[in-house]
């Protein structure tokens, strides 16, 4: 079993604080990840995708890598209200051809 | 930028007809998804496309099929709705790896079926 794990929250940040966002997977092979957002009732959206140990930096976003420790974590820094959503992990598989996805970590950031 | 449409935002259909869920995308992907969302439960993989009339299984097949005549579109059907059914549905698109994986995938804006 392909398993990709997410603390489902809520985690809850006052407005301008960073908020740490983590995942675990359980396919060594792995070689891809993503992270998505979604907002209540709709569809999730790419944010970040990070393919090589270390971190990736857009913007307020920053994906972090340990292929190593089996870790992927998504840090947002100066959190707005607006950042309020659903986060989902995914990875792709050493076989097959859909992504695998945690069940997300809610986020709550407070005015 | 990539675009996935899904036929309808919101369907209500009654026990035992058949649905037909539609899904194009514009970007020449080879790849095509079909999930369910429910609350607790995350997304879930019900078939996937890697290529024009090619189809398997994801992780709850039972209760419907796919279809994929053209690349752009992929379709869900659900030959007898059932309550149990009632879910939102996301559709996604993908690039495709040499051999297997996905780069990122796309997702649709869903539909949202209910089922009584």
């Known amino acids: 079993q392909k398993e990709v794990e997410q603390n489902s929250g809520p985690l809850s940040v006052p407005e301008g604080a960073i908020a740490s966002l983590n995942c675990t997977y359980s396919?060594?092979?792995?070689?891809?990840f993503f992270w998505y957002r979604q907002y209540s009732g709709k569809s999730p959206e790419l944010i970040m995708f990070?393919?090589?140990?270390g971190d990736k930096e857009d913007g307020r976003f920053t994906a972090q890598l340990n292929k190593a420790s089996q870790y992927v974590s998504l840090l947002i820094r100066d959190s707005q209200p607006s950042d309020s959503a659903t986060y989902l992990c995914?990875?792709?598989?050493?076989?097959?051809?859909?992504?695998?996805f945690g069940k997300g970590t809610s986020l709550l950031v407070t005015p | 930028d990539v675009k996935v449409t899904q036929s309808s935002r919101y369907l209500v259909k009654r026990t035992g007809e058949k649905v037909f869920l539609e899904c194009v995308q514009d970007?020449?992907?080879?790849?095509m998804f079909w999930y369910r969302q429910d609350p607790g439960l995350g997304l879930r993989l019900i078939y996937f496309?890697?290529?024009?009339?090619?189809?398997e299984k994801g992780d709850i097949p039972e209760g419907y099929s796919v279809s994929r005549e053209k690349k752009e579109r992929f379709s869900l059907i659900l030959e007898s709705a059932s309550t149990n059914q009632t879910s939102m549905y996301l559709c996604?698109?993908?690039?495709?790896?040499?051999?297997?994986?996905?780069?990122?995938?796309?997702f649709g804006p869903g539909t949202r079926l209910t089922v009584t």
């Open positions: 996604a698109s993908s690039w495709g790896l040499a051999g297997a994986g996905s780069y990122e995938q796309y």
């Open positions: 396919d060594r092979g792995s070689q891809s």
């Open positions: 990070i393919y090589s140990n």
């Open positions: 995914a990875v792709n598989p050493s076989s097959g051809y859909a992504l695998n």
């Open positions: 970007m020449d992907h080879e790849n």
């Open positions: 496309s890697y290529d024009v009339k090619m189809k």
